[in-house]
């Protein structure tokens, strides 16, 4: 059996939450690290990620250690889904979508859900034209995953199974709520084709477990 992997963690940001979930998909142990924010800009945690983010991981498997999140994300496929459970596989032209839409979380979804969390919720004064802005992105993301879903026609991102790629999509998408609470759920109910995808992923066990390993987490944190 495999050694668990420490993944660095921060109880409240999506990022960590979204590998844990492939963590959990692909069943390969591993262990959380949690950090406050002032701890990830010291130089002890800045030997694992120098640019003091989260996550992070450390394999004692491989002798891997590796930040962006992404990037951990496309290790663990190339590692650890040798049965494609949650891949296509290197053979399939599907490699090429899951890897399409995984850029696009990361270049669409996750920068442009974040400044929208940054200017409602943390900002230290109100710029309604970035609130603005990060809302229509939002709703801009969710219809062009909506029509993603609905040409694909099965109910997934990529082929005809849940993959990595509609797995990194669900730590952000279930924050919508939080991060728009006067419209947000009104966007999701107006896109039937991601509401039926966010609600499947929701329901599958190994997201649901970590869903509620992050509730516990904040909990704990006093958040």
Aim: net charge neutral.
């Amino acid at each position: 059996m495999s050694k668990p992997i420490t993944l660095h963690a921060h109880a409240t940001g999506p990022n960590p939450w979204k590998v844990s979930m492939v963590l959990e998909e692909l069943g390969v142990p591993y262990e959380y690290s949690f950090h406050d924010f002032a701890e990830l800009k010291q130089p002890a945690f800045e030997k694992v990620n120098p640019n003091g983010r989260v996550p992070a991981i450390v394999d004692p498997n491989t002798g891997i250690t590796l930040w962006e999140s992404g990037a951990i994300i496309e290790y663990l496929i190339e590692t650890y889904d040798k049965k494609n459970k949650l891949s296509f596989g290197d053979k399939s032209p599907e490699k090429f979508y899951e890897k399409q839409f995984l850029y696009f979380q990361m270049s669409g979804q996750g920068p442009y859900f974040g400044q929208k969390a940054w200017f409602s919720k943390f900002h230290s004064e109100t710029v309604q034209s970035a609130i603005d802005r990060y809302a229509n992105e939002v709703k801009r993301v969710v219809g062009v995953l909506d029509r993603a879903l609905k040409d694909n026609g099965t109910g997934w991102l990529v082929g005809d199974k849940c993959t990595y790629a509609d797995v990194a999509f669900v730590s952000w998408n279930s924050i919508i709520p939080f991060l728009w609470p006067e419209e947000g759920q009104n966007v999701v109910d107006a896109h039937p084709n991601f509401k039926k995808w966010h609600e499947a992923l929701m329901a599958r066990p190994a997201i649901a477990k970590v869903l509620q390993d992050r509730a516990e987490s904040m909990a704990k944190a006093g958040l």
